[in-house]
């Protein structure tokens, strides 16, 4: 395989998202933005800032235009606060497994909801001259993505695909 089935669970994910939130003035990350698919999705949520550390794709799909804010740095930099949604979208299979984990650890802190996307057991290599295109978890089943990232539950998902969120504390 060489690119990412898109839009995988899209209409699920905008119900989720809608349901879970009841206001449009939530503030959303979405990271690993690429093409911006989340932010397309989220049209009618203003307050959308974009992580994406691939200077090509914020010029090639004009993320200014559809993001807020767009932070052209790698997450693993990037110093934040706290916004109400993160999404991962297909992009947690190019970091590294401890990398990953460790920012699984630190995004579901700094977050009302945490989406992550992925397929499995995907290969990819570069594309368009990106190097973070480069899957680093070719591994990732449903079963090895809930072993690795114990944060996480599973909200979506079939045989080639996941989606996942965060699992609530208990009060």
Known sequence: MSKIINNVFDDEILNYIEKTFETKGISILDVGAGAGRFGKLLKDFPEK???????????????????????????SNFSFGYYDLIILGDML???????????????????????????????????????????????????????RYPEMKILFGNDIYGVFVKKKNKA
């Open 49 to 75: 800032e974009a992580v994406e550390v691939f200077a090509g794709y914020v010029s090639k799909y004009k993320l200014q235009k559809i993001y807020k804010k767009v932070h052209r740095t790698n997450i």
């Open 93 to 147: 299979i190019n970091i590294e497994k401890m990398k990953a984990q460790k920012l699984i650890t630190k995004l579901v802190t700094q977050c009302k909801e945490l989406v992550v996307t992925v397929p499995y057991k995907y290969s990819q290599d570069i594309i368009c001259s990106n190097l973070y295109e480069v899957s680093k978890q070719r591994d990732l089943t449903k079963s090895i993505f809930l072993a």
